[in-house]
């Protein structure tokens, strides 16, 4: 009887844990966010961005990813704070895009 008690009480905590994990995780975020790194990338190599232009770039996404581990903190990312990292990642987005579209190159 003790075994199966300490069995169902693990089996229980595993699936609380498991649970907590699942509540802060944002792929959504993550993937753009490594989207939005490769595209700057792509642009360095090209020449499209200049130094300062990937400066500015990089301190929004610093911006950004300071806020999704705050919002991660409590263990849980309300609707809110997807909404704002949303409309965060989407002027991040905007901003390389014109960075890269503008009339300035490294070469």
Same mark, same amino acid.
């Given at each position: ?20 994990? #699942?509540?802060?995780? +944002?792929?959504?975020?993550d /993937? &753009? ?5 490769? @595209?700057?990338? %792509? ?18 996404t ?7 581990k705050?919002?991660?903190? #409590?263990?849980?990312? +309300?609707?809110?704070?997807? /909404? &704002? ?5 989407? @002027?991040?987005? %905007? ?13």
């Open positions: 009887m003790k075994k199966i008690l300490l069995t169902v009480m693990i089996t229980g905590l595993f699936g609380i844990f498991a649970g907590a994990a #699942d509540a802060q995780t +944002t792929p959504r975020v /993937r &753009r966010q490594q989207n939005q790194k490769t @595209r700057v990338r %792509r642009g360095v190599n090209s020449g499209e961005l200049t130094r300062r232009e990937v400066r500015g770039i990089k301190s929004s610093k911006t950004t990813r300071r806020y999704e705050r919002a991660k903190s #409590d263990g849980v990312v +309300t609707w809110k704070e997807r /909404r &704002r990292l949303n409309r965060m990642q989407n @002027r991040n987005s %905007r901003k390389i895009y014109r960075k890269k579209h503008n009339r300035r190159d490294r070469n």
